[in-house]
């Protein structure tokens, strides 16, 4: 084990007229240097929130309510992330730590040549004036032929490239300062399924070459569950389920992680098998009692998970590094035989 970073009880709240929702609720959880991890949670279960929470950036109305989140440097320091001014983390974000996301493709200035973005941003970190122009574009088209892309678009506008290409060069760009880790936020759910997969492809090839830690926030387990080696589940918040990919897929130990893999639809096998999870997350402000997935559960007819006793704040280890928020977990496990 040889964790990158350490999140410990993270909250996040947002206030609204009608209340405080806490988008991300005493999350713990620790990811290893050199991983792949997937995050993935139905559309409001708090996956961008955990992101901002880590790239600290959290804007009003939203606010980092509690926590840690300690990040172990390549040189062996470790950090409080949440303890660092917005001064001291502008030295770690683009060279540390670095975010691909769905709208990544808007941060392009239209106004700029693609080369000039590769500058600028190498300009901007480079306090030492250490590289010349020529060695930044240098290193801009070995980034660029990375992710399948032809030097000559250094010579181009946003506007003159499809949204795959644009993505590919936000992916270019964001390795120029060989960060040690990247937080991929729905990176590629603006495109279509072909350009899905070409991208999922190229970031597999990244990470075989360079080693980076990739954490990708998704809905789309179907997009992600190939190249991940560990997969967190979050569900109202909480993180309810974060293990090997191979056991959450397949010995999934939270009823909504069984829920979610067999909602997944695949090309290989009989739709009419696929089973939506029936009903809909609950809202925020008005939490059902214990268990959250509780009202969902296909457990909670035996009446196991409604009282407000039962704890489902701290996840325990179900052997081999899988834990889950579910102290009924032995009974989902024994549905997935
Ligand atoms: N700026 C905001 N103001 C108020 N509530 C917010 C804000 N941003 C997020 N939330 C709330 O926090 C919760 C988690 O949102 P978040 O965007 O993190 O979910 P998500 O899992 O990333 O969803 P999606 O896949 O749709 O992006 C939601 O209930 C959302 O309404």
């Not at 540390?96 to 080369?115: E, G, R, Y």
């Not at 010349?132 to 992710?147: N, R």
């Not at 279509?192 to 926030?217: C, N």
Request: net charge neutral; proline share 4%.
């Amino acid at each position: 084990m040889d964790p990158i970073l350490e999140i410990k009880n993270l909250c996040i709240d947002f206030k609204t007229n009608r209340g405080i929702i806490r988008a991300c609720d005493d999350v713990t959880v620790n990811f290893n240097r050199g991983d792949i991890i997937g995050i993935i949670g139905e559309s409001g279960s708090g996956k961008t929130t955990l992101a901002s929470g880590i790239l600290k950036t959290v804007r009003a109305p939203g606010r980092i309510a509690s926590g840690e989140i300690l990040y172990h440097t390549p040189n062996g320091e470790t950090i409080d992330l949440l303890k660092l001014s917005e001064h001291e983390y502008a030295k770690h974000r683009w060279t540390n730590i670095t975010t691909v996301f769905q709208a990544a493709q808007n941060v392009l200035n239209p106004t700029l040549k693609i080369k000039e973005h590769f500058i600028e941003t190498a300009m901007a970190h480079d306090t030492d004036k250490k590289f010349t122009k020529k060695q930044i574009l240098e290193k801009a088209a070995m980034l660029l032929s990375q992710v399948r892309l032809e030097e000559r678009i250094l010579n181009s506008y946003p506007h003159q490239l499809s949204g795959g290409m644009k993505q590919r060069t936000i992916i270019a760009l964001s390795l120029l300062l060989e960060p040690d880790m990247i937080i991929l936020d729905e990176p590629t759910t603006a495109l279509d399924v072909i350009t899905q997969w070409y991208i999922i492809d190229i970031l597999r090839k990244i990470h075989e070459e360079t080693g980076i830690t990739m954490i990708f926030m998704t809905h789309d387990v179907s997009i992600i569950g190939s190249v991940v080696d560990r997969i967190g589940v979050m569900y109202c918040g909480q993180m309810v389920e974060y293990g090997k990919v191979e056991d959450v897929f397949l010995k999934p130990s939270h009823s909504y992680t069984y829920g979610l893999m067999n909602a997944v639809p695949s090309l290989k096998d009989d739709i009419t098998k696929r089973k939506a999870i029936a009903g809909y997350p609950p809202n925020l402000l008005e939490l059902p009692k214990g268990c959250r997935f509780g009202p969902r559960c296909f457990l909670s007819k035996e009446g196991l998970c409604q009282s407000e006793e039962i704890n489902i704040t701290d996840m325990v280890d179900v052997g081999n590094e899988q834990l889950t928020l579910c102290p009924h977990w032995k009974k989902v496990k024994e549905q997935c035989h």
